[in-house]
């Protein structure tokens, strides 16, 4: 059974940075398309950043392009969330998210996509 298990969130000010990551075990990570969604009160979970197994493609929210990158290390079984310049309204529970189907070439940024997910951890960005 894929374990997700997300770390790093936490309490930064407007303009800060915070880095995710995402270790993933019982399965087979290197294969499988990793991505992060965000859910903030009262809002559905949206999508905010995928990258294929072998990290040859990446996808993007517009509302994080330029600020958010996306990044594995196969070897540590890990995935990050590099933020930076964050803002109030990036404020949410994030989660880590792998999609089942190995080896795929495409990123879908639906939540229907993806298969196992972590159990979240929450970013606050005061303003």
């Known amino acids: 059974q894929v374990q997700l298990v997300e770390s790093g969130g936490g309490l930064v000010q407007a303009g800060g940075s915070l880095r995710l990551s995402c270790a993933a075990s019982?399965?087979?990570?290197?294969?499988?398309?990793m991505g992060w969604f965000r859910q903030a009160p009262g809002k559905e979970r949206e999508f905010v950043a995928a990258?294929?197994?072998?990290?040859?493609?990446?996808d993007y929210a517009d509302s994080v392009k330029g600020r958010f990158t996306i990044s594995r290390d196969n070897a540590k079984n890990t995935v990050y969330l590099q933020m930076n310049s964050l803002k109030p309204e990036d404020t949410a529970v994030y989660y880590c998210a792998a999609d089942a189907r190995p080896f795929s070439t495409r990123i879908y940024s639906t939540v229907y996509a993806f298969d196992y997910w972590g159990q979240g951890t929450q970013v606050t960005v005061s303003s």
């Open positions: 019982g399965g087979t990570f290197s294969r499988n398309t």
């Open positions: 990258i294929t197994w072998s990290a040859g493609t990446t």
